[in-house]
């Protein structure tokens, strides 16, 4: 039995295609439009934005005398008036790994604008058992003690269970499928495991909102304290609003712009 944290990669995101873009620029009369952004995500909002009201530059629509030049000031009105729907477009691919089913149940409760891919643990047969112990529980000895015998009793059940049903030398891969889907009901919900989790800006924010706030899980406040550490920086236009209180040795991030 080893102790794992749970760990956060980006491994995707989305990516402006300069000659469509340029194509649709031309149809509507402003080829040389051109913005600050510093990435691509942020770029794409801006333009969707612009897109609804012609407001490329003035008089292109001819109610509009005034445009807010620039990505930051633009995507901060964004914010400020609730226009959520903009932040829609550019999605993020995470994979969330060492990271246990108590976290995963949690994080698929959050439906909108994301997907998901779980490991499988039909497919993936349990043998060595990992888990992230809780702050609460490392606190006190007797109480790690318990955990740690707990998790290692749970494996040894895994390699007990195969040498009943003599899994290792089944030729059958269903049997093997339905003989691993039967063992995992005797695994704990701690066990770590990974989903790749990929959402567009508005979700994020939410979720970032929701499960840094100190009344959600440990282990959710920790990944999503992680996640928000990475989008910060790339991506200061849409996610600069944020201000972090520590609370419990984890991040709290919070905004006035709440769930836009
Ligand atoms: C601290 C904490 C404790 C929790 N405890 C429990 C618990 O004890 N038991 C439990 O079951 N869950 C619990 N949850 C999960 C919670 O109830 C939500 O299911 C979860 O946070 C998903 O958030 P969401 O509802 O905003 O959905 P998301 O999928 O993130 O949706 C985002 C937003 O879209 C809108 N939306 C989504 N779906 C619909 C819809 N069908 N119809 C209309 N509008 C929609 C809502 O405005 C929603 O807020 C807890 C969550 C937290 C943060």
Redesign the pocket.
């Known amino acids: 039995m080893e102790y794992v944290e749970p760990k956060v990669f980006l491994v995707g995101e989305t990516r402006i295609i300069e000659d469509g873009l340029k194509a649709y620029l031309k149809h509507v009369g402003v080829e040389d439009w051109s913005t600050d952004a510093p990435s691509d995500s942020e770029h794409l909002c801006e333009m969707m934005g612009r897109l609804c009201y012609r407001s490329f530059e003035p008089g292109l629509n001819p109610n509009v005398k005034r445009i807010r030049e620039g990505n930051a000031p633009y995507l901060a009105h964004i914010l400020d008036v609730g226009h959520g729907s903009v932040l829609e477009h550019p999605v993020l691919n995470f994979v969330f790994a060492d990271v246990s089913r108590v976290f995963t149940h ?1 994080l698929v ?6 997907a998901m891919s779980q490991e499988s643990l039909r497919f993936v047969r349990l043998d060595k058992l990992s888990a992230y112990a809780p702050m609460h529980i490392k606190e006190n000895e007797e109480g790690m003690e318990i955990f740690a015998e707990t998790m290692e009793q749970l494996e040894q059940v895994q390699a007990k269970l195969a040498k009943v049903y003599q899994i290792d030398d089944e030729k059958k891969f269903d049997r093997k499928k339905k003989l691993t889907s039967a063992f995992r009901r005797v695994a704990p919900i701690g066990l770590a495991t990974a989903i790749g989790w990929s959402c567009n800006f508005r ?1 994020l924010r ?2 970032i909102e ?2 840094t ?1 100190p ?3 440990e282990e959710i406040r920790l990944v999503f304290g992680k996640v928000y550490d990475i989008v910060k920086d790339r991506y200061p236009n849409l996610m600069g609003d944020y201000e972090v209180e520590t609370v419990d040795d984890l991040p709290w991030v919070k905004t006035s712009h709440r ?1 836009v």
Do not use: C, D, L
């Open positions: 949690e409760r959050h439906r909108v604008g994301t979700s939410h979720v929701m499960r706030e009344s959600a899980e769930k």
